[in-house]
């Protein structure tokens, strides 16, 4: 499993109502919690953490993550390709998946039934709003194709890679508004984010975190 995390400050900028600190904070817990929930799937053979920021390679290394440094050109999809790279080397005998960072409240067993439902092609799961991605699963040879970025879901399909419909919403709810954050504390968030989101001095709704 390769999961790609941005350095902090420039981590979930949409999260604007809340100061750079505060969203980095989210940031890395909601990374801790996408990482513990996909190191707990017995799916899941090794987690790699592509990154160039030393406090998220400290963090997701005491996971059990292993890192990979982000220093290869393509941003985003740059960064999945020296993950899967890396996998690869490991193992080639393994089918490589990549995996948002943002999923606060992802369920293993939801990861892991979408693992066991793809067949031997590329498939991915789209994102709550449909138009994204967040889960993109290798073909049985271990190529990935990755098309991570605005209207992902669309490119990945134009790649012909399979939408696995039906996956959990914990696998499918990705964090970039306010909105989003409401909407993934009200379905249920992993501990690291709980515990980030109770130093606000948040109340029932995330919208009425008192900013310090």
């Known amino acids: 499993m390769v999961i790609p995390v941005k350095r902090l400050p ?39 953490v592509v990154t160039g920021d030393q406090r998220v390679a400290r963090r997701l290394g005491a996971l059990g993550a292993r890192i990979v440094p982000d ?42 039934d979408a693992l066991a439902a793809a067949a031997d092609g590329r498939a991915f799961v789209a994102d709550a709003p449909g138009s994204g991605t ?17 209207n992902s879901r669309y490119a990945h399909e134009a790649s012909g890679a399979l939408l696995l419909a039906g996956a959990g919403r914990s696998l499918r709810r990705d964090v970039d508004t306010m909105e989003d954050l409401d909407d993934a504390v009200a379905l249920g968030v992993g501990q690291h984010t709980a515990a980030a989101l109770k130093l606000f001095d948040c109340a029932a709704r995330v919208g009425d975190c008192a900013l310090r």
Do not use: Q, W
């Open 10 to 48: 420039d981590a979930k900028s949409r999260l604007s109502p809340l100061s750079v600190e505060h969203r980095a904070a989210l940031a890395l817990a909601f990374a801790s919690d996408t990482v513990a929930a996909a190191a707990a799937s017995p799916l899941v053979a090794a987690v790699f």
């Open 71 to 112: 220093d290869a050109p393509g941003g985003l999809n740059g960064a999945v390709e020296s993950g899967r790279i890396h996998a690869l080397a490991d193992d080639p005998r393994r089918r490589v998946a990549a995996l948002t960072a943002d999923l606060p409240g992802l369920l293993t067993e939801d990861l892991t």
């Open 134 to 150: 967040t889960l993109l699963l290798s073909d049985v040879h271990g190529t990935l194709g990755a098309r991570f970025g605005v």
